[in-house]
């Protein structure tokens, strides 16, 4: 296991999987357990996540991802979805479209970083239909994807992408 430095220094996209390998039962458990453990607005956990592992299902989540097919290579697709209704029942509009967006990502970050502390590798889909994957995963009106994670072994390892240096991205206001 790795610490938290180490993990999010190793965290990479990655688009190849070794589809032969599925992901086992008690690491998918640990991630969406760090995804349950992540910070929310009220403490509402206003967001839903959908376990894809049917591989046809994958196939078509990935065709309306503009056809990015590493989707439907790896085994397991997690979709993260506001709970928009949860959220707005106790903080109204501003929890409808801002907390319950941000309670999302924040699980599906939560998820991403723990899919890597398990040794697997994912990547961060955000470009797709949104009504077309409700409508693939039957989902009630209240649910909202914001984010799909790719989840699997990796069949290669990119190389780090550079960063912006935080004398950029960072002011320090004392």
């Excluded at 990655?14 to 390998?21: F, H, I, L, S, W």
């Excluded at 697997?120 to 994670?149: C, M, Q, R």
Aim: net charge negative.
């Amino acid at each position: 296991m790795w610490d938290f430095f180490t993990t999010v220094r190793n965290r990479h996209s990655v688009r190849k999987y070794q589809g032969d390998m599925p992901v086992e039962e008690e690491k998918l458990h640990a991630i969406l357990e760090a995804a349950s453990a992540a910070p929310s607005a009220g403490d509402l956990q206003a967001y839903h996540l959908t376990v894809v592992k049917n591989a046809d299902l994958r196939k078509k989540i990935s065709e309306i991802a503009e056809k990015q097919s590493f989707i439907a290579t790896a085994p397991v697709a997690l979709v993260i979805s506001t709970d928009t209704q949860r959220s707005q029942q106790q903080f109204g509009e501003r929890g409808r479209d801002l907390y319950s967006i941000q309670d999302a990502t924040i699980a599906a970050a939560y998820a991403q970083l723990a899919t890597c502390a398990a040794g697997l590798s994912s990547t961060w889909v955000g470009h797709f239909d949104g009504e077309k994957l409700k409508k693939i995963l039957s989902f009630s009106e209240n649910y909202e994807p914001v984010a799909i994670l790719s989840i699997g072994y990796p069949a290669e390892m990119p190389e780090p992408t550079p960063r912006r240096p935080l004398s950029e991205i960072c002011d320090v206001l004392e």
